[in-house]
């Protein structure tokens, strides 16, 4: 599953790009067991499944060989970071593979930058946040339900930092001013607010589609799933998106034409959404599109993806 690998030469190479809590895993489980043949399915089909993330480089790693996706290029921490297998890493613009066979790229800022420019605006403002690295471990457990390994995986942050804003609206607006001042960004995840460098989810995926187009010469049809408000930007620069519906009353709503919303949350609303896009005959995907209203749920095949 590179870009080199071969599809079908009647229709342009597909990538998928997908959140992860609340969309491929299950808010609350973190299970994807119900999207296994769809997994399957695209792998056999040459189609790399890319996670995009606000989870971390360490957490991602376990996780996409757990997913069979190690062939896949991911995107960590909203957009802060992508990791590039060797097939599409470029031998000139990106350093040298680690002992893991990937290239990392920094799409964002330094962590270091993000926690002092949150410590000035603390104090500055005099508003109550919790980040992430502040946290005890326990209690990290306790707020996302994570095992206590994954946890400490989760605290390994490189460009972004999550935190628990504990005020509301009003000095939420200033505090996110100020972080603008600065070239940060401040975006809503399905458990934390994340502060990032000027960049996010859509501006990695529209980074990793370029690079594709730049490696294999062909514009790749793309599809994207996402179920909070941090997956916006991304669901934007695809020509296809679903909105999972979420474990939260957040309001999801892309500028997205081509836009499916999911009955189901989590893995199931997940393979929903695949069996809507991609579910019948993708070799003719205009057809799925015009037969459709384009925001009203279909029907729901279960069971194995035909
Ligand atoms: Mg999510």
Same mark, same amino acid.
């Given at each position: 599953?590179?870009?080199?690998?071969?599809?079908?030469?009647?229709?342009? @190479?597909?990538?998928?790009?997908?959140?992860?809590?609340?969309?491929?895993?299950?808010?609350?489980?973190?299970?994807?067991? @119900?999207?296994? @043949?769809?997994?399957?399915?695209?792998?056999?089909?040459?189609?790399?499944?890319?996670?995009?993330?606000?989870?971390?480089?360490?957490?991602?790693?376990?996780?996409?060989?757990?997913?069979?996706?190690?062939?896949?290029?991911?995107?960590?921490?909203?957009?802060?970071?992508?990791?590039?297998?060797?097939?599409?890493?470029?031998?000139?613009?990106?350093?040298?593979?680690?002992?893991?066979?990937?290239?990392?790229?920094?799409?964002?800022?330094?962590?270091?930058?993000?926690?002092?420019?949150?410590?000035?605006?603390?104090?500055?403002?005099?508003?109550?946040?919790? =980040?992430?690295?502040?946290?005890?471990?326990?209690?990290?457990?306790?707020?996302?339900?994570?095992?206590?390994?994954?946890?400490?995986?989760?605290?390994?942050?490189?460009?972004?930092?999550?935190?628990?804003?504990?005020?509301?609206?009003?000095?939420?607006?200033?505090?996110?001013?100020?972080?603008?001042?600065d070239g940060?960004?401040?975006?809503?995840?399905?458990?934390?607010?994340?502060?990032?460098?000027?960049?996010?989810?859509?501006?990695?995926?529209?980074?990793?589609?370029?690079?594709?187009?730049?490696?294999?010469?062909?514009?790749?049809?793309?599809?994207?799933?996402?179920?909070?408000?941090?997956?916006?930007?991304?669901?934007?620069?695809?020509?296809?998106?679903?909105?999972?519906?979420?474990?939260?009353?957040l309001e999801?709503?892309?500028?997205?034409?081509?836009?499916?919303?999911?009955?189901?949350?989590?893995?199931?609303?997940?393979?929903?959404?695949?069996?809507?896009?991609?579910?019948?005959?993708?070799?003719? @995907?205009?057809?799925?599109?015009?037969?459709?209203?384009? =925001?009203?749920?279909?029907?729901?095949?279960d069971g194995?993806?035909?």
């Amino acid at each position: 599953m590179t870009p080199s690998a071969a599809s079908p030469s009647a229709c342009p @190479p597909r990538l998928v790009f997908t959140d992860l809590d609340g969309s491929l895993l299950d808010h609350h489980s973190y299970d994807w067991e @119900p999207a296994r @043949p769809w997994l399957a399915r695209l792998k056999a089909e040459g189609v790399p499944v890319i996670p995009v993330t606000s989870k971390t480089r360490s957490e991602i790693l376990p996780l996409r060989r757990e997913l069979g996706l190690e062939d896949a290029p991911f995107i960590a921490e909203n957009g802060a970071l992508a990791g590039l297998p060797l097939a599409w890493s470029h031998a000139r613009l990106d350093r040298g593979p680690g002992p893991d066979g990937l290239a990392i790229r920094t799409l964002g800022v330094d962590i270091g930058l993000i926690r002092q420019r949150l410590a000035v605006w603390r104090e500055r403002l005099g508003v109550r946040f919790t =980040t992430m690295s502040e946290m005890s471990l326990e209690a990290l457990v306790d707020f996302t339900g994570l095992a206590e390994p994954q946890a400490r995986l989760a605290r390994l942050r490189e460009g972004s930092e999550p935190l628990i804003w504990e005020e509301g609206d009003e000095p939420l607006a200033a505090f996110c001013e100020g972080l603008e001042g600065d070239g940060l960004r401040l975006v809503r995840g399905g458990r934390f607010w994340h502060v990032t460098g000027d960049c996010h989810k859509g501006s990695a995926v529209a980074w990793l589609i370029e690079r594709f187009e730049a490696l294999r010469g062909h514009r790749p049809r793309t599809l994207a799933l996402g179920d909070g408000p941090n997956d916006i930007a991304m669901l934007e620069v695809v020509d296809q998106a679903v909105v999972i519906r979420g474990c939260h009353d957040l309001e999801v709503s892309p500028d997205q034409a081509s836009l499916y919303r999911s009955l189901a949350t989590g893995p199931d609303g997940w393979v929903e959404g695949m069996e809507h896009w991609w579910g019948r005959d993708e070799r003719r @995907p205009s057809s799925v599109e015009e037969g459709r209203p384009p =925001t009203e749920p279909g029907p729901r095949e279960d069971g194995v993806p035909a």
